[in-house]
């Protein structure tokens, strides 16, 4: 699914198209309603000498707009929410409550052909940045709302429904399954990244991860193997685009995992803890916030990160400050500047490369029901 990570898809309140253009569609629409009440009221008034072509076209145009801004969503769902096997569209627009199942059968059917022998075989959810597809089976059984019923939906489907009997967990990045090397049953409850993938992988294949490059992934086979018990993340950076926004350090001598944000964006509404009604939250600029000092939260206790410590209820609060400055400045240190590979100018979307299947503007098909 090339749009995987569009709100716009289910609907949801965290808009990347929608609301921006049901907003621009309305402003059109006020604008030309306003001009041809104006003419009419000038043409019946004979204080504007106008014919009523331009009056019908105006109203036509607003009427168009208004309507344009109503089935916009309708619109965006059918444009963008689609997939694709390699680079061929096989439903437009998707099926959402047959997209789980599909991918279920998906892996399944790798299984089945890779069984006897070694494989690697990646499987990227189309959950849970947002509640994009959640079937009717798990609609409201979480306490924490649609994002929750999504995330039980992807423990039903990591947990080996249809997955040729594998044993998952919950809350997990991966499964590993490695016949006479891994213990069976493992389950890892420390910090990793998506980066520790490559290393760990590397490894198990008798590979050598490069010496001339700082490699962010961290190799899994000790916590894996039950030969360490704490992940070799004590320091883990978050980034927006370019930007250091936030650090977490898990301080593994006390058990406890410290969140600091040094760069928050200007929620809207105030206090919502997302964007709502604008594209994405913005990473730099006039609508970010820049705290000093920065924001700390205790995420063993908190981690919903809504209570924020300050230096009157957390004792150990410039010692966690200063430790976690100094990881960053030696994180920093290992930066180098690079050629930008997505450039803010050129990274724009152009209709000529939307995809579509069948004839446009129709572009709709279907062309399987399963797993080849």
Same mark, same amino acid.
């Given at each position: ?8 898809? /289910? ?9 921006? $253009? ?10 030309? /309603? ?39 969503? /309708? ?24 997209? @789980? ?32 597809? @959640? ?32 044993? %998952? %967990? ?28 490559? *290393? ?19 190799? $899994? ?5 039950? @030969? ?36 928050? *964006? ?6 919502? %803890? ?10 730099? %600029? ?23 410590? @300050? *230096? /009157? ?23 180098? *500047? ?35």
């Amino acid at each position: 699914m090339p749009f995987s990570l569009m709100g716009d898809c /289910a609907h949801w309140e965290l808009s990347e198209k929608r609301v921006n $253009l049901e907003q621009k569609l309305n402003f059109l629409f006020q604008v030309l /309603a306003l001009v041809a009440l104006t003419l009419v009221a000038g043409k019946l008034t004979h204080l504007i000498p106008v014919s009523w072509t331009p009056v019908i076209w105006s109203a036509l145009w607003a009427v168009l707009l208004l309507a344009g801004s109503y089935f916009v969503g /309708a619109l965006i769902v059918h444009a963008d929410c689609l997939l694709m096997r390699n680079h061929t569209i096989t439903e437009q627009p998707m099926r959402f409550q047959k997209t @789980t199942p599909l991918i279920l059968q998906e892996v399944a059917s790798f299984l089945k052909r890779n069984k006897h022998g070694p494989f690697l075989l990646f499987v990227s959810f189309l959950h849970v940045h947002i509640p994009l597809i @959640t079937m009717e089976t798990f609609l409201g059984k979480s306490l924490h709302g649609l994002y929750g019923d999504n995330v039980e939906e992807m423990d039903w489907m990591v947990g080996g429904k249809g997955m040729g009997g594998w044993e %998952g %967990g919950i809350r997990v990045p991966g499964i590993f399954r490695w016949p006479g090397v891994l213990p069976a049953g493992q389950v890892i409850g420390e910090p990793t990244s998506l980066m520790d993938v490559f *290393p760990t992988v590397v490894q198990l294949a008798g590979g050598e991860v490069p010496q001339d490059r700082v490699i962010d992934g961290q190799d $899994l086979l000790p916590l894996l193997l039950g @030969t360490a018990q704490h992940s070799d993340h004590e320091f883990l950076m978050h980034y927006c685009e370019g930007f250091l926004h936030a650090a977490r350090w898990h301080q593994r001598d006390k058990g406890t995992t410290w969140k600091v944000h040094f760069v928050t *964006p200007v929620f809207q509404p105030e206090g919502a %803890g997302a964007c709502y009604g604008r594209k994405v939250c913005p990473c730099f %600029g006039e609508k970010v916030l820049h705290h000093d000092p920065p924001l700390l939260f205790d995420l063993s206790r908190d981690p919903s990160e809504t209570h924020v410590l @300050t *230096p /009157a209820s957390e004792p150990v609060f410039y010692q966690v400050m200063e430790r976690v400055q100094r990881a960053v400045r030696e994180h920093q240190r290992t930066l180098s *500047p690079v050629p930008l590979q997505l450039d803010r100018l050129g990274n724009i979307w152009r209709p000529w490369l939307q995809p579509c299947c069948g004839p446009f503007p129709l572009c709709w098909c279907l062309r399987e029901d399963g797993p080849q």
